[in-house]
């Protein structure tokens, strides 16, 4: 999205069976290791979760406003990453949450 207020908008939409989820990567959020992004894939599969939503923030990251409407906020640490690496690093760990989550051999654990 363009702008923040346009994801907040779009966040803040209850319209659908569940409230949406918003996770922002912001260099200032929560580290995960893999395996702790798996569960909170699987908690919010459980939980029936319909729209889980991830942004990338700007390179001098969120607003107070946007990271206290925010569900989490989510660091890959604390350097600066190009949007589009950042993007990719999410989509990997995605997968690889998901790899998790089935037991498949993707996942080593190190």
Known sequence: ??????LLEKAEDTTGRTRPVLVLLDSRGRQFTSEEFAD???DQQDRG?????????PADG??????????LVLSFGKMTLAHELAR???????????TIM???????GH
């Open 40 to 42: 909170l894939l699987r």
């Open 1 to 6: 999205m363009a702008a923040e207020a346009a």
């Open 102 to 108: 089935k037991g498949h051999p993707y996942h080593t």
């Open 49 to 57: 979760t319909q729209n889980l939503f991830f942004a990338v923030g």
């Open 62 to 71: 969120f607003s107070d406003r946007a990271r206290g409407s925010a569900d």
């Open 88 to 98: 990719i690093v999410l989509l990997e760990q995605i997968y690889r949450a998901f």
